[in-house]
Nanobody, 129 residues
Framework: QVQLVESGGGLVQAGGSLRLSCAAS????????MGWFRQAPGKEREFVAA????????DYGDSVKGRFTISRDNAKNTVYLQMNSLKPEETAVYYC??????????????????????WGQGTQVTVSS
């Protein structure tokens, strides 16, 4: 069992930056691939970024490539999402998620909501125009 707690959300102007953090409980954090998703009101939850157990591999949604960076610190049981050049349409609740290593046969990382086993409660990001 892994518990995830996101932080770092808030209000930012268009073009600004935010850094989200996701702190995980448990001693096996390094065995989980991690992902970030976001959900705007009335829309489906959308894949943002993912990172492998070691941090050696990453994946990004097309709309955030070149602006967002996912990273992790396994010693601190934390995954980060650095978001630059934010746009008003990126206003959403941002969630982190953990994917068990047992799923590795289907891919170390996933862009699918169903590819993750544990979810945080989310942190609100609001980008003003």
């Amino acid at each position: 069992q892994v518990q995830l707690v996101e932080s770092g959300g808030g209000l930012v102007q268009a073009g600004g930056s935010l850094r989200l953090s996701c702190a995980a409980s448990g001693r096996t954090f390094s065995s989980y691939a991690m992902g970030w998703f976001r959900q705007a009101p009335g829309k489906e939850r959308e894949f943002v970024a993912a990172i492998s157990w070691s941090g050696g591999s990453t994946d990004y949604g097309d709309s955030v490539k070149g602006r967002f960076t996912i990273s992790r610190d396994n010693a601190k049981n934390t995954v980060y999402l650095q978001m630059n050049s934010l746009k008003p349409e990126e206003t959403a609740v941002y969630y982190c998620a953990a994917r068990r290593a047992a799923r590795a046969a289907l891919g170390v990382m996933s862009r699918l909501k169903g590819g993750y086993d544990y979810w945080g409660q989310g942190t609100q990001v609001t980008v003003s125009s």
